[in-house]
């Protein structure tokens, strides 16, 4: 998958992939329909990110949640 072509599909992925090695427990409130295409670049480091590591201390996880809240769209 080449994460360096801004697209939905490749959002999709990148969230999932968050969530799920995050173990996030309100999954549902950070979905890829959500997030702003515009700040994609965003997401990608997000992502990169969260994929190096192996752990997270609870300041992480808040910080990175608060991330992803930041890049939703506006309603």
Do not use: C, W
């Amino acid at each position: 998958m080449d994460l360096s072509i801004k697209s939905a599909k490749n959002m999709e992925y990148m969230v999932n992939q968050i969530v799920t090695k995050l173990k996030m427990v309100n999954a549902g409130a950070i979905k890829p329909e959500h997030m702003d295409s515009d700040l994609y670049e965003e997401l990608k480091e997000i992502y990169e990110m969260v994929m190096r590591k192996n752990s997270f201390s609870p300041n992480e996880m808040q910080a990175l949640a608060e991330e992803l809240g930041r890049i939703r769209k506006a309603n």
